[in-house]
């Protein structure tokens, strides 16, 4: 699952942004203020848009590291109550993101938070698409076993 939220930076009245730490450690770790969720692994039945919104592995053969490329599509009618055109004149709207985090598969509900980022706000409205194509590197120290 990808999340999105609206708690990573403050704006100050003359337009300087303040970026605050990632929040990922720890089993209580979780994004300031996550405002919007979305299923990426294009194996769940949750997931309504599995070309899009997908999971891919890739491992070079002699590596010590396997990439793990997360591909999220935010498209122009989600989230539903998003505001028509993005003509905000303040961070505080639910939709305009500055951070965002993957998380683990949970049976029981929310999974932990595997990874945070926090960024420029950028504002999420009926008028345009967001796509994330996001890499996590898995290394080993010891190296991978091929099978």
Not at 13 to 37: D, K
Not at 60 to 78: I, K
Not at 101 to 108: D, I, N, T
């Amino acid at each position: 699952e990808m999340s999105f939220g609206n708690g990573g930076t403050s704006v100050d009245p003359t337009g300087i942004i303040t970026y605050l730490t990632p929040n990922s450690t720890g089993t209580n770790a979780s994004l300031y203020n996550e405002t919007y969720s979305k299923v990426v692994d294009d194996r769940s039945v949750n997931n309504i848009d599995p070309v899009r919104n997908r999971l891919e592995t890739r491992h070079v053969s002699g590596t010590n590291y396997t990439d793990v490329f997360v591909t999220c599509l935010l498209d122009y009618g989600e989230p539903a109550d998003q505001a028509a055109f993005d003509t905000a004149t303040d961070q505080e709207g639910s939709y305009i993101f500055d951070e965002l985090g993957l998380r683990a598969f949970s049976s029981a509900g929310e999974g932990r938070l595997l990874t945070h980022v926090i960024f420029h706000p950028v504002q999420k409205s009926l008028n345009r698409l967001i796509q994330i194509d996001y890499t996590v590197r898995v290394q080993s120290l010891t190296g991978f076993n091929e099978v």
